[in-house]
């Protein structure tokens, strides 16, 4: 039976998933001795984007100064604990996401923003580059109404650079933060661990 990726399935359509979740190093590949799953320092905030291939977009906010930790995973879909293939089916409604842990006293929320919109084409739907998929849109999953409205902010700003670049409008979607589910332990700091890996990730050449 054809499965159309690039539209988000609905619930009678969404693979069961499971109960168990993903096992994952307690450690962050990069920044060493640093947790990867919770409990994380006290004082110390969350972040949720998705970007495309989630291999590239963690290594844009791991290198990030005030950044603690990143984890990738999958989020803001229907299936619970899903595999990668059952993202990459299109069955889920997942997207792949960038999990950011930060210190708001050396980073903050807004400087997380501008990564997001520069690292990536935030006008595409659902894909990113030559990745096509429901995996690959682009979204901002809030935590407070503080963080929404930076997002529509910021979400406003881009558009008018946008626009003047020659881009259309925005597809990306600004949601609360959904359950996270971690993406298998080969996926967790990718690029690190294969500096030659792909990356589709891009930016549009416009700045915020």
Known sequence: ???????????????PGRSDSMHVPSSH?????????EPFP???????FGLGCFWGAERKFWSLEGVYSTAVGYAAGLTPNPSYEEVCSGQTGHNEVVLVVYDP???TYTELLKTFWESHNPTQGMQQGNDVGTQYRSGIYYTTEDELNLATQTHDNFQQRLTKAGYGL??????????FYYAEEYHQQY????PRGYCGLGGTGVML
């Open 1 to 15: 039976m054809f499965f159309d990726k690039t539209v988000l399935p609905s619930k009678e359509q969404a693979l």
């Open 29 to 37: 590949y990069v920044h060493t001795g640093h947790a990867l799953i």
């Open 42 to 48: 006290a004082g110390y905030k969350k972040a949720l």
């Open 105 to 107: 006293q050396i980073i």
């Open 170 to 179: 925005i597809t990306t979607e600004i949601l609360p933060m959904p359950a």
């Open 191 to 194: 690029l690190a661990k294969n």
